[in-house]
């Protein structure tokens, strides 16, 4: 007698292609395996923009310096053709974000001499404290690290000497 299979490969290989192009999981799939992009711009919720007076050229070199000096971050992702960074492991100057949470920050320079600078995240409250972090330095400011300490905890004591 044969045993009958369910779960060969066949099956197994349609059913997580199935999974991943169904709904809204094919952004979060697409994401899982190559990272953020310029299209999740259009349609990021949590986005900040600045104009500044300098060059694009001038503005990323500042850029990269700052998260990878002043917020200890890493930038996986970097294209300078498209004006285009990604980064992450906030986490050691932004505390209560997870160390995988990215941050996409685009350049657009719409006239000679300015450089708008579009910071983008999925978590609202890092968009923010990087957009407004980095917008300050950017204009001439030093960053205020960390903004977000973690508060330490009290040491748990009990009140009482249980009997055991």
Do not use: H
């Amino acid at each position: 007698m044969q045993k009958i299979k369910f779960f060969g490969s066949r099956t197994a290989v349609v059913v997580a292609l199935c999974a991943a192009l169904a709904g809204c999981a094919q952004y979060e799939v697409r994401r899982a395996f190559f990272g953020m992009s310029k299209d999740d711009l259009a349609t990021a919720t949590n986005k900040y923009s600045q104009t500044f007076e300098k060059d694009a050229s001038v503005v990323w070199d500042e850029t990269v310096k700052i998260l990878t000096d002043d917020f200890s971050a890493r930038i996986y992702s970097q294209d300078k053709k498209q004006w285009f960074i990604v980064a992450y492991r906030f986490d050691k100057a932004y505390p209560n974000v997870i160390d995988t949470t990215d941050v996409g920050i685009l350049l657009a320079s719409p006239q000679a001499g300015k450089t708008e600078v579009t910071v983008f995240s999925d978590n609202s409250r890092l968009a923010g404290w990087v957009s407004e972090e980095l917008f300050s330095v950017l204009a001439g400011g030093e960053p205020k690290q960390p903004v977000n300490p973690v508060i330490p905890q009290k040491e748990y004591r009990p009140t009482k000497k249980l009997k055991l």
